[in-house]
């Protein structure tokens, strides 16, 4: 993996793409936005895949995009570095992350005790709840039939959420967003992103179909083999990134 801060745009394309997305993230937010709501927007373009790991997040070009304080946008680099998803390089800037093997693991046996757990109790469903899921499952399915693995990856992301929210609970939903982004961070040294999520469609689309059956038991073993197969795979595809 290349040392921080070795360039501005990990891709080589047009730097300024995650700022366009940026500039329309903050046409949703109140113009009184506060380092929280700065916070998020940064955070969603983590999570949708547009800012990558060492991109440089420069203060003249948000503090523009954005409309806040320079004060603002310090303090939410800095809820954004304590979530993980930041970092300061002295002399240098502030920093998209990138994540290491130890960060998977940890960061998976996070994911299995909320998302297990959250599947594990569910209580009988309203079928209607399970409607963002499906919508999940279909866009997923979609993208992977164009090709779109990239699509498919945050279709997968959104499908997670999705999960965990049937639980209705704001801490675990706040938990659970933070845990995402910083995942998506590690989508990004896979060479392969069909590798990373092909499997992953027919096994969203069987695992909804679990749950609106009422089996939740079962969803949840199910879903502990699929967490565990996705550590595994993401780490052996890091780790030989020619796959």
Known sequence: MAHLGETDDATGVDGAGWLRMVAGDVRLQDRSSTAERVADVLRRRITEGDLLPRTHLSEEQLIEVLRVSRNTLREAFRLLSHEGLLVHALHRGVF??????????????????????????????????????????????????????????????????????????RRTDEVTARLLAELRLAFHAVASPQRLHESYVGRNRALLARLAAGESELAAKELEDYLADSLAELLDAIRSPRG
């Open 96 to 169: 998209v992350r990138e994540l290491g093997e130890a960060d998977l693991v940890d960061l998976y046996r996070l994911r299995r005790t909320i998302e297990c757990e959250v599947v594990r109790t569910l209580p009988d469903l309203d079928p209607g709840l399970l409607r963002p899921l499906y919508d999940d499952v279909e866009a997923g399915e979609s993208a992977a039939q164009r090709g779109d693995w990239a699509s498919v990856g945050t279709a997968n992301m959104a499908f997670h959420r999705h999960l965990v929210a049937l639980a209705r609970s």
